[in-house]
């Protein structure tokens, strides 16, 4: 299965800021077996989309998006809109919406759907808070997580979503998750959607996310059951990020 670099720029750069990572980024040399996308502002994806020319990498990525198609939800994009800007991969339930804006289990799910009859590929984020890894809740709070974004998914072979693994307490943090803690997670997952989707959850890759950097990627995307990741602060410098991706593969 190809492994796949998100970078997700989170609350920072607008249009002006945005094109000019997308240049910088361009100018990187970059791995060819990997895939790689960027989780921009919607505010931005038009001077992303922009400076990328013609070219298709980096792939562009929603950071959000509602569920419905059009309507009186003042403030809100439909994955639709998206789609105009070429977004190939949008995030769902990224736990900073999850914390900050109450986004609930049943949101998410419904942005997922949304997303993937858009024609884009949910990113759907899951993970437990420090105090639930403590109390031993870790797996049980995952699964219920999962279960309820995937609920009414379609898989028809092709990949449904992408599920991306991020303990909240190690997002941001620098204390990343160790890559065999993440890899028991990640059995865990990939036992769930094997029993929702069959043969197709074979093709859906399941993620790390939580400071994820230029030393430490390789080591992750080495280890078996995790198809790559997402990464917050360590792609917000664009040499930075070229780094990791060409650290990514070597490993
Ligand atoms: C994220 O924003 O999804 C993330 C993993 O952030 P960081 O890499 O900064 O921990």
Sequence with gaps: ??????????????????????????????????????????????????????????ALASQNSFWAEEGPFTGEIAPAM??????????????????????????????????????????????????????????????????????????????PAIIAYEPVWAIGTGKACAPEDAKSMHALIRGILEKKFGKTADNIRIIYGGSVDARNVGEYLSTTGIDGALVGGASLDPRNFGLLCRAAVIA
């Design 1 to 58: 299965m190809k492994k796949i670099l998100i970078a997700n720029w989170k609350m920072n750069y607008g249009p002006i800021k945005a094109g000019a990572w997308v240049r910088a980024f361009r100018r990187e040399r970059l791995p060819k077996d990997v895939d790689i996308a960027i989780a921009v502002p919607h505010i931005s994806l038009a001077a992303a989309r922009a400076s990328l020319g013609r070219a298709s990498i980096p």
């Design 82 to 159: 998206l789609v105009e800007f070429g977004v190939a991969y949008g995030l769902a339930g990224h736990s900073e919406r999850r914390i900050h804006l109450g986004e609930t289990d049943e949101m998410v799910a419904k942005k997922a759907v949304a997303l993937q009859k858009a024609g884009i590929s949910p990113v759907i984020c899951v993970g437990e808070n420090a105090l639930q890894r403590k109390k031993g809740e870790a797996n049980k709070v995952v699964r219920t997580q999962l279960q309820a974004a995937l609920k009414d998914l379609v898989g028809d072979g092709r990949a």
